[in-house]
C-alpha cells in the first residue's frame, strides 16, 4: 500500500516568487493536513482539507492556501515568499476527519522549501 | 501557555537498554488524544503510538509503550531494548480541538526530543 507522496521533495526559491507543493494521500483517504516544520516554531498546523473543502485552518496569513480535488489529493500554494516561509511543509492524510478515536495522522516525507 | 512540553532536547541510551520519553500536556477537555511519532534525518514522521483518555490501558505497540499518568497529565514514551535505528526526533502531540467547543481538530505538537542510540 503507497503511503504519502509529496512532490517535490525540494526546491529553491526567491522572495517574492510563489510555489505550489502537492500531496497524494493513502488511498481511500478523504482527510489531508498540512503542517509547517521550522527549527524555532517546531511543528505548526496549516489547513485540514475534507471532501474537496477546507474544514479547519492554522494561524497563518493569507498568502497560504491550498485547495483538494475529489481525488482526495491536495496542493498548497505559497503566494510572495518570506525568508521566514522556508521549512518542511509536512502534509498527513487519514481516513476521517481527526475528531475522536485512534484515528491516525499518516505523513509523507515532506517538502523542504528553501526561500533565498 | 504551552500545551505540550517535552522536557528533554537531547537523550542518550545504550544499545539494547530502555529509555522514557517525557511528555506532559495541557488540556481541560475530557476526551482527547495523545500520540507519538518518530521523525528520523529523512524527514518523515511515522506514527508510533496511541493513547485515548478513556482508555484505562496503557498503550503497547511492540517495544513502544506510553505510560499514561491522566492525574499528573503525563504521556512518557517507554522504549524498550533500544536499537541503532532508534536514534531519530521523537514527537508526543495531542488531538485538540481548535476552538473550545468546535467540531474542528488538529494535532499539537510538543518541540520533540532528539534520541541517540550508542553502539
Known amino acids: 500500500k503507497a503511503g504519502v507522496t509529496q512532490t517535490p521533495r525540494y526546491l529553491i526559491k526567491t522572495r517574492g516568487q510563489q510555489v505550489t507543493l502537492s500531496c497524494s494521500p493513502i488511498?481511500?483517504?478523504?482527510?489531508v493536513s498540512w503542517y509547517q516544520q521550522t527549527p524555532g516554531q517546531g511543528l505548526q498546523f496549516l489547513f485540514e482539507?475534507?471532501?474537496?473543502?477546507?474544514?479547519n485552518k492554522g494561524n497563518f496569513p493569507g498568502r497560504f492556501s491550498g485547495r483538494q480535488f475529489s481525488n482526495s489529493r491536495s496542493e498548497m500554494n505559497v503566494s510572495t515568499l518570506e525568508l521566514g516561509d522556508s521549512a518542511l511543509y509536512l502534509c498527513?492524510?487519514?481516513?476521517?476527519?481527526?475528531?475522536?478515536?485512534?484515528?491516525?495522522?499518516?505523513f509523507g516525507a515532506g517538502s523542504r522549501l528553501t526561500v533565498l | 501557555a504551552q500545551k505540550i512540553t517535552q522536557t528533554q532536547p537531547g537523550m542518550f541510551v545504550q544499545e539494547k537498554e530502555a529509555v522514557t520519553l517525557d511528555c506532559t500536556y495541557d488540556t481541560s477537555d475530557q476526551s482527547y488524544g495523545l500520540f507519538w511519532y518518530k521523525q528520523p534525518s529523512s524527514g518523515e514522521m511515522i506514527f508510533l503510538i496511541y493513547?485515548?483518555?478513556?482508555?484505562?490501558q496503557n498503550a503497547t505497540e511492540g517495544r513502544y509503550s506510553l505510560n499514561f499518568q491522566k492525574a499528573r497529565k503525563s504521556a512518557n514514551l517507554v522504549i524498550s531494548a533500544s536499537q541503532l535505528g532508534d536514534s531519530a526526533m521523537y514527537f508526543c502531540?495531542?488531538?485538540?480541538?481548535?476552538?473550545?467547543?468546535?467540531?474542528?481538530?488538529?494535532?499539537?505538537f510538543g518541540k520533540g526530543t532528539l534520541l541517540t542510540v550508542n553502539p
Open positions: 482539507y475534507f471532501s474537496e473543502t477546507q474544514r
Open positions: 498527513a492524510s487519514s481516513l476521517d476527519r481527526l475528531s475522536s478515536g485512534a484515528n491516525v495522522l499518516t
Open positions: 502531540a495531542m488531538r485538540e480541538a481548535s476552538y473550545s467547543g468546535g467540531s474542528n481538530y488538529k494535532l499539537t
Open positions: 488511498s481511500g483517504h478523504r482527510s
Open positions: 493513547q485515548g483518555s478513556y482508555d484505562e
